[in-house]
Structures are given as C-alpha cells and as structure tokens.
DNA sequence: CGAGAGCGTTTACAGTTGTAAACTTTAATT
DNA sequence: AATTAAAGTTTACAACTGTAAACGCTCTCG
C-alpha cells in the first residue's frame, strides 16, 4: 500500500514525541526537541508540515490547538528503514551481521532466553542463495560468466 | 579518526563493486552499474569523484589507467550505518528487534548453531537502561517530572 | 607527430534534508 | 469587536544526493 517509508533523521526526532505520549501538540513536541537538540519552534512546525504532508502524522483539532497522532508503528517503522541498509549487502554476509549485533546489543537475561527460543524455532535452509548482483560480490566470483573483464593487457571493446 | 562514516545509496553502489574486486577501474563499476542500474559512465565518474574526495576511495595510477581501492571493510562499514539507525529507538527495544532479524534472515544450519553459540556466550546485565531522551520514549512516563503537559481531558475522536 | 580514445574534473540541476524566519489565520481575552 | 498570542503555512537557503553532460588532459596508435 504505502510506497516506501522514508524518514529523514530529523523527522524521526519528531515521530518519537508522538509515539511516547501518543498524542502530541508541536509545543510539547518543541519542548522536547528543544531540550534535545536546541531546536527552535520553527524547526519543529517544518518538520510537522512534512509529516503530515507525508502522510505519516495526522493533526486533528482539539477544542483549542492541533494534535498530532500518527498510526504508524515504530518498531515497524524502524524494520523498514532496516530492511533498507541490510539489502545493502549479500544475505550470506547478515548472520554474521546479526553476531555481531547480538554481541553489541547489551541485555537482560530474560532477552537472552527469547532470543535462544526464537533461534531454537527457526527454519534452517540448505543453502542460502546469494542475491547480489554479479559483480558486487565474492559469491560470484566462481560464476561462470563474470562481467567483469580482466583489465590486463586487452584492450576494451566499447559498447554504447 | 575518521568522522562518521557516510556513504549514501548510489555511492555504495559503487563500493560494493571495489569489495568484491578488490580493485577496479572506472570502467568495471560503470560495466556493473550500467547493468544493474542502469547509469550512465557520467553517473559513476561522479560518485568516484565523491567517494575519493570523501577518502573512501583511493586512486592509483595503473599502467595505462587508474584503479580504484578502499581501505574500508564493507561489513565494518555496514556496521557504523546501522548504529545510526540502531541508536533510533529505546535501547532497551533493540532485542524485539534482533528476534525479528532473526526470524526473516533465512539462514543455514551453521548459521544458526553459530548465533547459538553467540548467545550461550552473551553476558546479561540486571537490567538495560533506558538511553532515551524524557519525552520519546515511555520508560519514561513513571519517572518524577515529566517535561510534557498534559493536555486537556475531553477527547475529540472522529477515527474513522 | 597528430588524432582519437579513455579517464578524471567541472558544471548542472532538480529533489531532499536540516534549520529557521516571516507571514497568515484562528481562537481567546478584554 | 478589537487585540493579541499561538499555531499553521510559505518562503529561504545551504548542504547533500541522484543523474548526467561537457570539458580537458594524456596516452596510444597510425
């Protein structure tokens, strides 16, 4: 339904007023970012007009000002902006990606044990197929016809 | 040393194919990115340019001409992007999201036993502190003054 | 040695993002 | 009803992105 989500950094800033009080007015959101990162009004009103432009918040007149809610999701939201950067490289490499984040990610025991359940339910295939484009991973390497040619001593024909 | 690293879409493009060649000219990358994106050799000296002004690329002067490096690694790069995104959202919300990677990473029987091996290592804390600023996030509510004012009561709900 | 091929550099240009001032409309107050 | 304060809308503007044409230098081939 909705093309992809795009939400700049600074956008993002202000869907996080929204989604922890739910309902927000642009001063409780400027309160916030003010103090956060020493925005000004202004700055905050543009950013609104955008999200709302977007389609991302919606203002609904209350009996004195405007409130904005939003139906979006955040951690749904956050899952798309990801879905983006982890297509960024082969889907072989992301497990060791998911190592590295479970190393990093500090957390209770009780995430622990959900995490091990997760694993413990999940599918294993027999071989994850690589999906980069040839050229843009080791994975082809092997592959029979690269597209690259060798750039040694021939010369380069020149297409159009 | 270096700032933050940033790396647009278009330009890791580019990147990707120095990470899987190692080397390249100029000529290779437009061959790859012609295909797959169908740029133009314009289009690719560009982002070359950028990507070496920026330092992610390095130029060496071949025999005839230049080859393309980078001293980057893609996984580390991939990384620093994620951290950006990552710091997004309440920290203490990050496990949801690892399980959730781990549900939709289609991954191999190796893959798996090497994440169960991650987490049987994986040191827990009592408890993960909320890293977010008063007023995005609800870990917050509870706490003592809560920057935002409530406002007023009666409630306009025309949802549709 | 001159001409063309190849490659890097400069210029271009519209769209997005970060930040904010100025303007306008609306609602509350006197 | 006029004034004013608050909130939304328009305008601004530089930096960054995506895409690419035009320009210029150099190396190689004839």
Redesign the interface.
């Known amino acids: 339904m909705s093309e992809t989500l795009n939400i700049s950094?600074a956008e993002?800033?202000v869907m996080?007023?929204v989604w922890?009080?739910g309902?927000?007015?642009s001063q409780?959101i400027t309160?916030?970012l003010n103090?956060?990162r020493g925005w000004s009004q202004s700055t905050v009103k543009t950013l609104l007009g955008r999200l709302t432009r977007k389609g991302y918040l919606q203002a609904?007149?209350?009996?004195?000002?405007f409130?904005y809610t939003t139906h979006l999701d955040?951690?749904d939201s956050?899952?798309q902006?990801?879905e983006?950067?982890?297509s960024?490289?082969c889907?072989r490499?992301?497990?060791?990606?998911?190592?590295?984040?479970?190393?990093k990610?500090?957390?209770?025991?009780k995430?622990?044990a959900?995490?091990?359940q997760?694993?413990r339910n999940?599918q294993?295939?027999?071989?994850?197929p690589c999906d980069?484009?040839?050229?843009?991973?080791?994975c082809?390497l092997h592959a029979s016809g690269t597209?690259?040619?060798q750039?040694s001593n021939e010369e380069?024909s020149h297409e159009n």
């Open positions: 950094d993002w800033e996080r007023v922890a009080s309902e927000s007015t409780d309160t916030v103090g956060k609904r007149k209350n009996a004195r000002h409130v955040e951690p956050l899952k902006e990801l983006g950067l982890l960024r490289i889907s490499k992301i497990p060791n990606l998911l190592a590295y984040l479970i190393e990610t500090p957390m209770i025991a995430d622990r959900m995490l091990e997760v694993l999940k294993v295939v027999a071989e994850v980069c484009y040839p050229g843009q991973c080791t082809h597209i690259l040619s750039h380069i």
